[in-house]
């Protein structure tokens, strides 16, 4: 696609149920990275993927959190029990091979209550 | 611990001076400098960026300056337009991370 996709836009959900959320990377990038926005705040750094290598899992918050990204190209977010500090803005951003610029989805807000 | 710091929250200009938009980092391994803009409701978007082996770029009313030695950036838009008016944050990369290390961000309004 012409630009990063991230699905859902908005979800709104009960606090203790699972979310799974998708990001679709521009065709062809090889990184993959997951940030969150509380409201407020900058942007928080999740995880990283590069290529086939194993991912930096080193900003996700807690063992509820988890992802994978399942043939080098669409990613998926899980938060499991959901809790209402998760509630934030989830973005989704990809690089091409060797480049610096990350290009960023339009994210999907989050709300647990 | 905050590695890249933007401790303006906020900044008002005129439509037509400047505005200067300031970031302060911790890390001497950052080898990578980034600004981008983001609307409400939209993804941040790229504007600019500076590798550490230089201290500016410039692109059309958007430079950006990198003074190493004082671990900090700053972009410069100049003339300013009311649809510059957005949240803009600074990032960094560098070191083994590959990740992006981002600012807390600085809301600008350009006044018409």
């Known amino acids: 696609g012409a630009g990063v996709s991230q699905s859902p836009s908005n979800k709104v959900t009960e606090k203790g149920k699972d979310v799974e959320l998708r990001c679709d990377p521009i065709?062809?990038?090889?990184?993959l990275y997951w940030y969150r926005q509380s409201l407020g705040q900058g942007l928080e750094f999740l995880i990283y993927?590069?290529?086939?290598?194993?991912?930096?899992k080193s900003g996700l918050p807690s063992d509820r959190f988890s992802a994978e990204r399942t043939g080098g190209s669409v990613s998926t977010l899980t938060i499991q029990r959901t809790q209402q500090e998760d509630s934030a803005v989830y973005l989704c951003?990809?690089?091409?091979?060797?480049?610096?610029?990350?290009?960023f989805g339009q994210g999907t807000r989050l709300t647990v209550v | 611990d905050q590695q890249v710091k933007q401790n303006s929250p906020s900044l008002s200009v005129q439509e037509g001076r400047i505005s200067i938009l300031n970031c302060d980092y911790t890390n001497s391994m950052f080898d990578y400098f980034l600004w981008y803009k983001k609307y409400p409701a939209e993804g941040p978007t790229f504007l600019i960026s500076i590798s550490s082996i230089k201290d500016k770029n410039e692109d059309g009313r958007f430079t950006v300056f990198l003074n190493k030695s004082a671990k900090h950036l700053s972009l410069h838009i100049v003339p300013s337009q009311p649809g510059d008016s957005a949240v803009y944050f600074c990032a960094a990369r560098g070191g083994s991370a590959r990740q992006l290390t981002f600012g807390s961000g600085t809301q600008l309004t350009v006044l018409p």
């Open positions: 993927f590069q290529g086939n290598s194993a991912p930096d």
């Open positions: 951003a990809s690089t091409q091979q060797g480049g610096t610029e990350a290009f």
């Open positions: 065709s062809g990038h090889t990184a």
